[in-house]
């Protein structure tokens, strides 16, 4: 079983829609999550962490259900820009390994 | 946050030759990763470079394969060894963020095709 396993799309939405993404991750021992953004053809970078409350960032919520092992991520009112793949991380309690799932295709549509 | 610069950005090579892909970053840090992102795979861990001892490798990645440098605590290189079809990918350095916030910074990659 894959440490962590996304949806991977693609989702094709219209401008001004609401879309979510989910993750599930295998090893309940896991301590941090992260969403990453990765645009065509560049390099991953952090959207947002995600934290057992729940965090929000803007149109941005993000989810974590550690009982269930699942973090999701909430777009709300799409743009344009937010056209990209979306990257679900894990990283252990011990050890350098991050974990990434295999991304989640978003395009927003005019 | 951290920049780091990889180099080359691209390249095509020939079956059964070496490349070596160089990662300098702007600061200081004590662990620098090496990743693998294959087309329409997620990103995979190759090693963790150290300064002053060698790299430590993941499972299904071997020095002799990816040799890795790590002369001081801005720089490293990572090394595609005889390389097949099968290593075209792109590789990216990462590095942690330094307050430990659990943050991954990436390069731009180095997307590597052989032929």
């Known amino acids: 079983r894959k440490e962590v396993e996304q949806d991977p799309g693609p989702f094709n939405v219209p401008e001004g829609a609401t879309v979510a993404f989910n993750c599930t991750y295998s090893n309940s021992a896991s301590q941090s999550f992260f969403w990453y953004r990765q645009d065509c053809r560049k390099e991953p970078k952090l959207l947002m962490s995600v934290y057992s409350s729940g965090n929000e960032d803007g149109r941005f919520t993000a989810q974590l259900n550690r009982a269930s092992q699942y973090i999701s991520l909430l777009i709300r009112d799409s743009k344009l820009s937010d056209s990209a793949t979306y990257l679900c991380?894990?990283?252990?309690?011990?050890?350098?390994?991050?974990?990434f799932g295999t991304g989640t295709s978003l395009t927003v549509i005019p | 946050s951290a920049v780091i610069s990889q180099k080359p950005s691209r390249d095509i090579c020939q079956r059964g030759t070496s490349l070596t892909i160089q990662c300098q970053v702007d600061s200081q840090v004590t662990m620098m990763f090496w990743y693998r992102q294959q087309p329409g795979q997620s990103l995979t861990l190759i090693a963790t470079?150290?300064?002053?001892?060698?790299?430590?490798?993941e499972s299904g990645f071997v020095i002799d394969k990816f040799p890795i440098s790590r002369p001081n605590l801005t720089f490293s290189t990572l090394t595609v060894s005889n390389m097949s079809p099968e290593d075209s990918s792109i590789y990216l350095c990462?590095?942690?963020?330094?307050?430990?916030?659990?943050?991954?910074?990436f390069g731009e990659g180095s997307r590597l095709t052989v032929l």
């Open positions: 990462s590095v942690t963020d330094r307050r430990n916030t659990g943050e991954l910074f």
């Open positions: 470079a150290n300064q002053g001892s060698e790299a430590t490798y």
């Open positions: 991380v894990v990283r252990p309690n011990t050890g350098n390994q991050f974990y």
